[in-house]
C-alpha cells in the first residue's frame, strides 16, 4: 500500500493511499473523490512528465511517501 502526497500549490494537500499496481487513472479517481473535482479535469505531474492514465503507478516509479504535483485542466 503506497501513500501518495499530491499538492496542488494553491494551498490543497491531497494524501491518498493506493496500490502500485493500481493505474494514474485510478489514482486520479481517488483525489477526485477527496477534492471534489472530476477525474478528467486533473492532470498529474513530476517535473516536467505528465502522467498518463493507463499506465501503472509501478511503471512510472512511484513509491510511498512520494510527492506529486496536481494541476487542474
Known amino acids: 500500500m503506497l501513500e501518495i502526497t499530491c499538492n496542488d500549490r494553491l494551498g ?3 494524501r491518498v493511499k493506493c496500490n502500485p499496481d493500481d493505474t494514474i ?27 498518463k492514465d493507463h499506465i501503472q503507478l509501478q511503471d512510472y516509479e512511484i513509491h510511498d511517501g512520494m510527492n506529486l504535483e496536481l494541476y487542474y485542466q
Open 12 to 14: 490543497k494537500k491531497v
Open 25 to 51: 487513472g485510478d489514482l486520479k479517481k481517488l483525489i477526485a473523490a477527496q477534492t471534489g473535482t472530476r477525474p478528467d479535469k486533473i492532470v498529474l505531474k513530476k517535473w516536467y512528465t505528465i502522467f
